[in-house]
């Protein structure tokens, strides 16, 4: 692993290249000397949770997040059976990959619905019942707030204080939170909110957000320097709170994904020392 003590908490998330296989994104931390890995359920699917998991420990990394869980928001039976069946299945995931959490990306409205507030519940309804089914086999879910512009489609929830009102409800140790630069670095209640969130913080993920947006605003991730984001402040925040878990470079962005995936590496591992690190 890296003799560079300053990589020692940075983790790629998986998309971030998004061409590499669970076993080339593993290779390419080690050639980088980046100690953790998020990773995505599909990609690992491919090769199956036991093959991922002798994958990534045979390498000596750490699983940072496992992403996704989530998407609760469904109005029917059906809906909701489906979906808390599958939460149940990425819970078993992120236990055999002994991930520090899984991220839960929560769903937007459903087709034709404008019930916002009710959406909101059938949330926290949804975590009732995985907060338990999670504690059980050792798993942390991380309610992710996305911007407000996904909010109709992706995420209810909009601001790292609509998620702490939701995760409140459970133990910290059950359900905590997720600070998404991308997602949260507009909104000026966000240093009061990562200060009550405190130890619920349960991952710091980094990249940064471009403008123009793209046509498909899922890509205007960018990579750190690139967009608008005063990176420090916000790792001083969440270190403050108590966090000092891995900082996930999380990124979806066409030309990013066009790169070859070492040399981004290489951009990213540079960015954070420069940009996110410095005071």
């Not at 609509?162 to 997602?183: I, K, R, S």
């Not at 999380?250 to 990213?268: C, G, K, R, S, Y």
């Amino acid at each position: 692993m890296s003799a560079d003590p300053r990589l020692a908490r940075l983790s790629l998330n998986q998309r971030t290249t998004q061409r590499w296989s669970v076993a080339q994104a593993v290779d390419g931390c080690v050639r980088a000397g980046i100690p953790a890995i998020g990773l995505w359920r599909e990609p690992v699917a491919e090769i199956g949770v036991p093959a991922a998991a002798r994958l990534v420990t045979d390498a000596g990394l750490r699983v940072s997040s496992l992403c996704r869980g989530g998407f609760l928001t469904a109005a029917d039976d059906a809906g909701r059976a489906a979906a808390l069946a599958d939460n149940r299945r990425a819970i078993d995931e992120a236990a055999a990959l002994r991930a520090a959490c899984l991220v839960l990306v929560v769903g937007g409205l459903p087709p034709g619905s404008r019930d916002l507030a009710g959406a909101r519940q059938r949330v926290a309804d949804a975590l009732a019942e995985l907060a338990p089914y999670a504690a059980a086999r050792g798993v942390r879910l991380a309610l992710e707030p996305l911007h407000p512009m996904y909010c109709a489609d992706r995420a209810v929830l909009s601001t790292l204080g609509q998620a702490l009102d939701v995760a409140e409800a459970f133990p910290a140790e059950q359900v905590g939170v997720v600070v998404d630069t991308f997602h949260v670095w507009w909104d000026p209640d966000v240093w009061r909110q990562i200060a009550r969130a405190g130890t619920r913080i349960a991952s710091f993920q980094i990249c940064d957000f471009l403008t123009p947006l793209p046509a498909d605003v899922l890509l205007g991730r960018g990579m750190m320097g690139d967009g608008h984001i005063d990176f420090p402040p916000l790792r001083r925040a969440v270190e403050a709170a108590g966090y000092s878990g891995d900082v996930e470079v999380e990124i979806f962005n066409a030309e990013v994904w066009a790169t070859h995936p070492d040399q981004v590496l290489a951009t990213m591992t540079a960015r954070y020392v420069d940009l996110v690190l410095t005071d």
